[in-house]
């Protein structure tokens, strides 16, 4: 349990998934103009995300190693990914119609979940390192409550920067990168925390 | 002839997957910290852009529109598995470093949406070379990084060569200080020169319009 929870404080921190490893950047660039949809995001990124460590942990150890499969990994956790939010949209639109409406205003679209390479990259790195199951899920959620606390922080740093004047050529991308920036040598501070 | 050349301008330089689109960031951010590691995942890139591309539309032609999203994915992630295994056989030591990016290449955005706007309505060659540029657009970017990366943040350049050359590549290194500015090696360095890239890029572009 405590090995879980080393893990966990280590891929919040010390790996972050946004500033250390670059995974997840598309939707923290894209989505995160807004502070409600920059939440939306979070929770359906992190919901996602350890769903899919948990479940490519058992299709890793239970079909592909046991057949000699590893080569199609990659092929199946993308479908795995793909149909783990297509049936989570469709679990949500039959059970809250009402929150389903609202996702679209939160920014939630289904491909920015699937193309989001976090939950790619964290299933490919969970099988890497070699977890064991729990490890996995430790992991996967981890990851996800980097992801989200990044793009929260991302999304408050943006509407303060609204109010400040850039120069022309920064306008727009390259301010962001650069506040990106500032963002991951902030999180280098809690390298070695670990030990 | 005037179409191509439209292509081909698109690609490197006026919808640059890299610096435009601002897609692909994690291969391009998190490989481009030494010249050898960009490299090759540009090369990768650019060969899995123009095979793919070729493939889905010659697929296309006798598939149902409806399953083309599918199609296109697996044909990606098949020229990525086959790309992955020819590193993993002949560079392992380079298939350690850029292995993990090589396969999010998949998720990249520009991948997918590129296949689906070329091949619809293009024939196969335009296809090809609307990947080869898309590819190339994003190779001189990130070997760019991997340049300024490696140059101003360790002070040397050519280094580890021998990973993609062999024992040959050891000589190549090129040292002009011992001590860089370490900070554009860490991550925040990616964050950083990509952004003050796409400043550079804003202010070419500004002044020739």
Not at chain 1, 83 to 102: D, G, K, M, W, Y
Not at chain 1, 181 to 189: H, K, P, Q, T, Y
Not at chain 2, 64 to 91: F, H, K, M, P, R
Not at chain 2, 123 to 152: H, N, Q, Y
């Amino acid at each position: 349990m405590s090995d879980g929870i080393a893990i966990l404080l280590t891929t919040v921190f010390v790996n972050n998934l946004v500033t250390i490893q670059f995974l997840g950047l598309c939707p923290l660039l894209g989505a995160s103009q807004k502070f409600d949809s920059a939440i939306g995001i979070a929770v359906g990124t992190a919901f996602v995300l350890t769903l899919a460590s948990a479940v490519s942990y058992i299709i890793e150890s239970c079909i592909l190693s046991p057949l000699d499969l590893q080569y199609l990994r990659l092929v199946i956790f993308i479908i795995l990914i793909v149909s783990l939010v297509r049936i989570s949209e469709i679990i949500i639109r039959a059970t809250q119609p009402r929150l389903h409406a609202l996702l679209p205003i939160f920014g939630i679209s289904v491909p920015l979940i699937i193309t989001n390479c976090a939950v790619l990259g964290v299933a490919l790195i969970n099988v890497r390192e070699a977890h064991s199951f729990l490890q996995s899920i430790f992991f996967g959620f981890g990851a996800a409550i980097g992801f989200a606390l990044v793009l929260i922080l991302f999304a408050a740093i943006q509407r303060q920067q609204r109010a400040s004047v850039v120069p022309k050529v920064f306008r727009g991308a390259a301010i962001n990168m650069i506040t990106a920036g500032l963002l991951s040598l902030a999180f280098m501070g809690f390298t070695g925390m670990g030990q | 002839m005037k179409k191509f050349s439209k292509i081909a301008r698109d690609g490197i330089w006026q919808q640059n997957p890299a610096l435009v689109q601002l897609l692909g960031l994690c291969p391009l951010l998190a490989v481009s910290n030494s010249f050898v590691t960009a490299f090759s995942l540009g090369i990768v890139t650019v060969l899995v852009l123009t095979i793919s591309n070729v493939v889905i539309s010659i697929i296309r032609l006798i598939l149902n529109e409806d399953l083309s999203l599918t199609t296109q994915i697996t044909v990606l992630a098949t020229c990525l598995i086959l790309s992955d295994i020819a590193l993993q056989a002949w560079y392992f030591e380079l298939h350690h470093r850029i292995g993990l990016f090589v396969a999010l290449i998949v998720t990249n955005c520009s991948l997918l949406s590129r296949a689906e706007l070329s091949s619809s309505s293009n024939p196969i060659i335009s296809s090809a070379i609307d990947g080869l540029m898309m590819g190339l657009g994003f190779f001189w970017v990130i070997v760019l990084m991997g340049t300024i990366r490696e140059g101003l943040g360790s002070g040397t350049l050519f280094s580890n060569m021998h990973m993609l050359l062999g024992p040959a590549g050891k000589n190549l290194e090129i040292t002009f200080s011992h001590n860089g500015f370490l900070l554009l090696v860490l991550p925040p360095g990616a964050f950083l020169s990509l952004g003050f890239l796409i400043a550079l890029k804003n202010f070419l572009f500004d002044n020739r319009d």
